[in-house]
């Protein structure tokens, strides 16, 4: 098996990147959408578009992005040679992307309860739960590259 994934480890890597470039597309736009949609009257046309955009952009793309994440990623933390366990950085790394997916869970609820007609939190609630994502992925990727501890 270890021999595998080293072969295979471009490809891995390249098909994780993919799908992280595509989750955090969704996770960058889903709370923009709630932006609008808390703002949306409820029962009207926008509201009801908003609901459809919202469900399509949860359930087509980012959740399969972050399940091909989180499997790609763990090839890639299996394939020998990649990860030194005893250095930090990685530690944190998966930490972020721990939080990365608790806020991924945040969103799908609140999803719904927009769905229901049972949101309660204004607009800029979301302005600024918008900014999550950016931070959070901002710090993986300085974790990933910079390694700085």
């Known amino acids: 098996m270890d021999d595998i994934l080293a072969d ?3 490809w891995v890597k390249a098909l994780h990147i993919i ?3 595509a989750w955090m597309a969704g996770m960058f736009y889903l709370p923009r959408l709630f932006v609008y949609h808390a703002d949306a009257e409820v029962g009207s046309d926008l509201s009801e578009t908003f609901k459809i955009m919202e469900r399509r952009l949860l359930r087509g793309i980012i959740n399969p992005a972050m399940i091909f994440t989180f499997f790609f990623g763990g090839l ?3 394939t020998p040679g990649i990860v030194d366990w005893s250095e930090p950085w ?4 998966l930490t972020l992307v ?10 799908s609820k609140w999803r719904k309860q927009f769905e229901a007609d049972k949101n309660t939190r204004p607009a ?6 918008n900014e999550i994502p950016t931070v959070l992925v901002i710090g993986i990727v300085i ?7």
Do not use: A, T
Request: hydrophobic share 65%; charged share 15%; net charge positive.
């Open 8 to 10: 295979i480890y471009p």
């Open 19 to 21: 799908s992280v470039i």
């Open 76 to 78: 890639l933390l299996l």
């Open 90 to 93: 990685i530690w944190l790394k």
């Open 98 to 107: 721990f939080l990365m997916g608790w806020f991924h869970g945040e969103l």
């Open 124 to 129: 800029k609630f979301y302005r600024l739960v």
């Open 143 to 149: 974790l990933v590259v910079v390694k700085p501890f």
